[in-house]
């Protein structure tokens, strides 16, 4: 039987390369997304990988999402990955409370929504694999992302409890803290801004998608059932 995997945000950026390899590796994958319904249509047209809008901060929404994904694919979630975030940059004594709510919903509060909805399931099978997406700035911090900062620390801190949580059941819980990787959400940053980054980077250049989809693909395998609670820094050489 096929293992069905679940990726958020998974029709554009990081998330999209996650779902192709997925479904390339020969798993089931769904994909959601949020609003961007004409990228998830082209996505699915090139793909054929079904996607499903629902917003990831709001628990109710979550859970009509796995279910529709569940019966949709014929099953309950094996592979989860939290791949959906968004960031709403701005220095804290100007910052809206608006600003820090959204963020910490979409980044954090998402992760536990998705696991607690998916994490019963996979305690009965003894069988899970779930992946979150932290962040570098969430483990060195960043100024003007006090709010996506806190949100991506506090994704490795969920990551290492659930993963505590969840060893004698089969089930593994890692995080990812990819450095700076070319996508939609990297494209909005100036120009300047970007060469001082690079220069930063040993490796002299921004990660690529497939760099972050390729540890995914090793996280969520069956054989790397000894891995759990760990945070994979991938960003280029930066020192931690
Ligand atoms: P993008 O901005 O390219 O894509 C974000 C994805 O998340 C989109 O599919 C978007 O949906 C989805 N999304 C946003 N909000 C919600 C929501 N409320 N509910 C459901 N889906 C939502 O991001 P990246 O690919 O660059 O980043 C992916 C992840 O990796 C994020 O968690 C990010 O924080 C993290 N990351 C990225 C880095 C980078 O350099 N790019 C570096 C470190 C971490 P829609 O298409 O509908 O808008």
């Known amino acids: 039987m096929k293992k069905i995997a679940l990726v958020t945000g998974g029709t554009r950026g990081i998330g999209g390369g996650i ?10 994958v769904a994909a959601n997304y949020h609003k961007d319904a004409t990228g998830a ?8 990988i079904p996607v499903f809008p629902w917003d990831v901060s709001n628990y109710e929404s979550c859970a009509r999402g796995i279910k529709d994904v569940c019966e949709m ?5 094996d592979i989860l990955v939290n791949n959906a975030g968004i960031t709403k940059d701005c220095m804290l004594h100007k910052m809206e409370p608006e600003s820090w709510q959204q963020v910490l919903d979409t980044n954090l509060t998402s992760i536990f929504n998705m696991c ?5 399931p ?38 290492k409890a659930l993963a505590l949580e969840s060893a004698s059941k089969g089930i593994t819980v890692n995080a990812i803290a990819p450095g700076y990787i070319s996508t939609d959400m ?28 390729q540890a995914v693909l090793y996280l969520v395998n069956e054989e790397a059932s000894y ?14």
Do not use: C, W
């Not at 694919?73 to 979630?77: E, P, Q, T």
């Not at 940053?189 to 998608?209: S, T, Y």
């Not at 891995?227 to 931690?240: A, E, F, P, S, W």
């Open 19 to 28: 779902a192709r390899r997925l479904k390339e590796a020969g798993y089931l």
């Open 41 to 48: 249509e082209k996505f699915h047209a090139e793909t054929a």
């Open 73 to 77: 694919l014929g099953g309950s979630i």
């Open 116 to 120: 607690r909805l998916v994490i019963g």
């Open 122 to 159: 996979m305690r009965e099978k003894k069988f899970g694999r779930i992946v979150n997406m932290s962040s570098i700035n969430g483990v060195k911090g960043q100024i003007g992302q006090s709010n996506y900062s806190a949100a991506k620390a506090g994704v490795i801190g969920f990551t």
């Open 186 to 213: 990297t494209d909005a940053i100036r120009e300047d801004v970007r060469e001082k980054i690079v220069a930063g980077i040993p490796l002299g250049r921004f990660g690529k998608i497939d760099e972050i989809a």
């Open 227 to 240: 891995v759990t609670g760990i945070t994979l820094n991938i960003n280029g050489g930066q020192y931690l």
